[in-house]
């Protein structure tokens, strides 16, 4: 399998690399980690301040810490007949590593949740979101530091028939458990005039 996992320092990321160390893969599956660096806004605004970059020495702080995450990441996952290898991105987050995926051609990618409610995910955004959304591949958002079971959701379409193909075709669900469920969404007529019309639902 060709695994992605992206990290980022935060305390979400590393149960994504937990539990991604925890899986037992093929024996030729390759993990590639990747850190993102992502644009920075500079407070000033104005025409005069459009091409401004970042002081080099902030520019290296920045760039120095993304690889020591990825390092971490790196070390902790690389194993004895494990291929694991790393990059660092530059560019918006959720863009940059839906891209690599494609590019290196990712079964599966695999990232964090921040936990984020409702209306902060909609203020700030929530990257795992939006790699769930968009990428070509399977996402498995990490909420927790293994896999004990699975519940696949199924209701006769392409992609819950994708979902089917991954879990009884990837060795790495061999041994969990599996509960299937459909959802029956019943109609209830309502106390109005146009009750009957409902009533053969």
Known sequence: MRVLVAVDGSAAAARAVALVDAIAWPGDSILRVVTVIEPVL????????????????????????????????????????????GAVLRGRAASAIIDDAREFRADLVVAGSRGHGTIESLLLGSVS??????AHCPVLVARATSLTGVVLATDGSPSASAAERALSGWPIFGQLPIHVVSIAD???????GIAPTFYGQ
Request: charged share 25%; glycine share 8%; no cysteine.
């Open 129 to 134: 979101s939006e790699i769930v959304d968009h």
């Open 42 to 85: 500079l407070p000033m605004a104005g025409p005069a301040y459009r091409d401004a970059n970042l002081a080099p020495e902030v520019d290296a702080s920045i760039t120095g810490y993304a690889h020591d995450v990825l390092r971490g990441a790196t070390d902790q996952l690389r194993t004895t007949g494990r291929t694991v290898e």
């Open 186 to 192: 019943v109609v209830r007529p309502w106390t109005t």
